[in-house]
């Protein structure tokens, strides 16, 4: 692409800020790489430390607890003590929000995995194999598990919520064509690479600190200070890197850590739990299974006139994070599109499964993947180009407010997808798959362009804010402490640059520290794709401040004028004079000038009033678009994918490497997500997929040789972020619904005109269903 002027200014603004916009490696690469990164699982025990393991009922899902005899447990080898109910000092929950988790269940379970008591030993293994010697007799009842099943029930955990605009049921009525169809999405467990763990340590005067694998260290100091019935401040806790979070870790981390508190409290002895995988999956939240009925009506073109849509979550048991992910779901069931009549209904289903939590997207993916499959089965009526219909239906100019009241100020979904269409080769390939599925009886193509405008701010708008503490040493070196968590994302990295330019040093001069509520309190969780851009805000105002008092004080010290102060490389210009910045610092400390500040930021121009469904809850969206092919096996169900095409906007990119890994990691992770993740509960409720032998995460083989990702050219966000940046820890994710979608148009292919019946996960086994249920003229 040839230089503009635009280019050339933007290539100036990067070179002022020399680490911003650099693929600077991410902070702990070299140790994840040579295994010396230290997680919670690697730290040194101190001395005397035991160690716990749940204990719950190996058969029953629901029901009163009849029997607890635990006598064999408290008298087998190295056990030193055995935790129930009884034994917490104070608030026996572990939720969110809403006080209906208990950390131990007391006198009935509500689902499969739900932990009765916990084992405390002198050993891990003999924790666990302690915890198998409990005699428990549930009087049980039989569960709610499935949406069906809920729905039959009226079984709710949550009421019933909706946005409108319009008369839908009118608009449809009146529509040329009417379609109506349903998709069914599964969950998925985060399967991080650390499962959950925590190591407590007690203090003097009954203090506690907590490391903890998590994402909201706020969080577990709340819930460990109510169980102990304690104040906040008497509880620390920290988390210096997590081995993969994706959600599982912003509220699921709670309990663990409460039960590794709890027996440090009553023993005075350190104490840690780390789940093992089977127990990992049995007993931690997962993303929410959705059922989404639907019905469109649109004219001969395509384009949409009314949507009434009914989005049915699987909750679980309690309502964890339920209302927000559900919502989320509501707020991105139009994706890019334009509904001028519309109802969006959500039920937030009661099953007597383990709480459905966050997860990578938290409702969005289930969302969008109504829409994308929505647009495939109005193009399919239609017999349009599902490309054709999906553009006919953007958001733009006229039609650009949501359906609860957002004006979409950065809309740039149709240039970003137009320019995919074209390096993609999009009108090529499609004739070339009809071509090839022409002759192809039993193996069959398919292909599809999908977008994304995933917006970017926590919805409970008190959640957007964040803090910072920043030293300045005398050597010149610092030192930056915020409210994220590092998961592997390169958060940490990100927020270091960010403090490098704006103290004109190098990177390796910032010293990057665990996060840790006593450091920087009251934090946020680090989740809804908004950790560079809270705490890099928070960050670089901490560092502003200690620059202007250094600019102040060099100014009267040196009797030089302001504008004549500058900082580059670690070195500060003061007229005609040269120092480094540690030599500054010393001066300004001799002075007494402060040196260390806090920075805080709070994300402006957003509100939502849940009440009137009405308000800006994003600060701006992200987008992004994917081109997908895939092979399907019409006899066997086998799918390949052949190749992808991604065009993703990040803005004015902090981190080139981190965002193009994320980006990758995210398509992936949401490739599992509607291919191969299947979860799977028998009749009782009890989770058969609880290990890596039956639950089919991707792996390096699933992964197309050819995987082109690209920068979307950005000019900056629209928005005022951090240097104009956008977030890229969510959107990516939703890009692998070209590959669902994908498998649904090879599945087409055999009977032209019609929508196949896919679920999702696309698994072989639901790729023969949806290809069975066609030969049988059962369609969407």
Not at 25 to 39: F, I, L, M, Q
């Amino acid at each position: 692409m040839d230089a503009s002027p635009k280019k050339e200014k933007r290539k100036a603004r990067v070179q002022d800020r020399p680490a911003m916009g650099r693929p600077v490696p991410h902070d702990s690469s070299a140790r994840h790489v040579t295994g010396s990164a230290v997680y919670v699982d690697d730290m040194l025990e101190p001395e005397g430390t035991l160690h716990l393991a749940p204990g719950y009922a190996s058969s029953s899902a629901l029901g009163r607890i009849d029997e607890l005899d635990l006598d064999a447990v408290t008298k087998a080898a190295g056990v030193v003590r055995v935790l129930t109910a009884r034994d917490i000092p104070g608030l026996n929950d572990c939720s969110p929000s809403m006080r209906d988790d208990p950390i131990l269940a007391d006198g009935r379970i509500e689902f499969h995995g739900q932990v009765i008591f916990a084992v405390v030993a002198k050993t891990r293994e003999a924790a666990r194999r302690a915890a198998r010697l409990a005699r428990i007799r549930i009087a049980e009842q039989p569960p709610v598990l499935t949406i069906e099943e809920a729905i039959a029930a009226d079984s709710h955990i949550l009421p019933p919520y909706q946005f409108t605009r319009g008369n839908a049921v009118a608009a449809l009525a009146r529509s040329p064509v009417k379609l109506e169809g349903s998709i069914e999405m599964g969950g998925q467990d985060h399967f991080y690479l650390e499962g959950q763990v925590s190591l407590a340590v007690p203090r003097e005067a009954g203090d506690m600190v907590i490391y903890c694998s998590t994402q909201h260290p706020t969080e577990i100091q709340h819930c460990l200070a109510k169980m102990l019935a304690l104040p906040d401040a008497a509880i620390v806790c920290e988390c210096r890197r997590m081995g993969g979070g994706f959600g599982g870790k912003e509220s699921q981390a709670a309990q663990w850590a409460a039960l590794a508190a709890l027996a440090a409290r009553l023993t005075g002895q350190p104490a840690k739990i780390r789940l093992d995988r089977d127990d990992d999956m049995i007993m931690t939240g997962k993303r929410h299974d959705f059922r989404i009925d639907y019905q469109v009506g649109f004219d001969a073109e395509g384009v949409l006139e009314a949507v009434d849509a009914t989005l049915n979550g699987r909750c679980g048991y309690s309502a964890d994070l339920s209302l927000g992910v559900n919502d989320r779901a509501m707020f991105h069931a139009d994706n890019c599109y334009y509904y001028p009549s519309a109802r969006i209904y959500s039920r937030r289903l009661k099953t007597n499964t383990v709480s459905a939590t966050a997860f990578r997207g938290f409702g969005g993916p289930q969302g969008m993947l109504f829409a994308e499959t929505m647009m495939d089965a109005v193009a399919r009526r239609l017999s349009l180009d599902p490309l054709d219909v999906r553009k006919r239906n953007f958001y733009r100019r006229g039609r650009d407010v949501t359906p609860y009241g957002q004006k979409l100020k950065d809309n740039i979904a149709a240039d970003l997808v137009l320019e995919l269409e074209h390096t993609s080769q999009y009108r090529k390939r499609r004739k070339e798959i009809a071509r090839y599925n022409a002759s192809s009886p039993i193996l069959k193509k398919g292909l599809a362009l999908t977008p994304v405008k995933f917006g970017i701010s926590f919805t409970l708008t008190q959640l957007n804010q964040a803090g910072a503490l920043l030293h300045l040493f005398t050597d010149g070196s610092v030192q930056i402490n915020h409210a994220g968590t590092e998961m592997g994302q390169g958060l940490y990295v990100k927020v270091a640059q960010v403090v490098a330019d704006e103290l004109g040093i190098p990177i390796d001069h910032v010293k990057i520290t665990a996060t840790t509520t006593d450091k920087v309190p009251n934090t946020s969780p680090t989740a809804a794709s908004s950790g560079s851009d809270l705490n890099g805000m928070a960050a670089k105002a901490a560092a502003a401040t200690v620059r202007d008092r250094l600019v102040e004080f060099a100014s009267a010290h040196f009797g030089e004028p302001k504008s004549a102060i500058s900082f580059s490389g670690g070195k500060v210009r003061i007229g005609s004079r040269r120092m480094t910045l540690g030599e500054l610092a010393a001066r300004a400390h001799s002075a007494r000038v402060q040196l260390s500040a806090t920075g805080f930021y709070a994300t402006p121009q957003i509100f939502w009033d849940r009440a009137s469904a009405h308000g800006s809850p994003f600060f701006y969206f992200a987008y992004g678009a994917a081109c997908s092919e895939v092979t399907i096996d019409t006899l066997t169900g086998e799918m390949r994918i052949d190749r992808i095409d991604i065009l993703h906007d990040v803005g004015r990119s902090l981190n080139p490497a981190v965002d193009l890994g994320q980006i990758e990691g995210g398509f992936v992770q949401g490739m599992g997500w509607l291919t191969t993740e299947e979860l799977v509960f028998d009749d009782k409720g009890r989770l058969l997929t609880h290990a890596p032998s039956t639950y089919k995460i991707p792996t390096a083989s699933d992964v197309p040789a050819d995987f082109r990702v690209r920068l979307w050219n950005s000019q900056g966000n629209v928005a005022p972020t951090i240097y104009r940046s956008k977030a890229v820890g969510e959107p990516p994710l939703m890009l692998a619904i070209s590959v669902f979608c994908a498998i649904a148009d090879a599945i087409a292919s055999l009977k032209p005109g019609q929508s196949p019946k896919l679920r999702a996960p696309a698994t072989p086994e639901a790729i023969m269903a949806a290809i069975k249920a066609m030969d049988e003229g059962d369609s969407a």
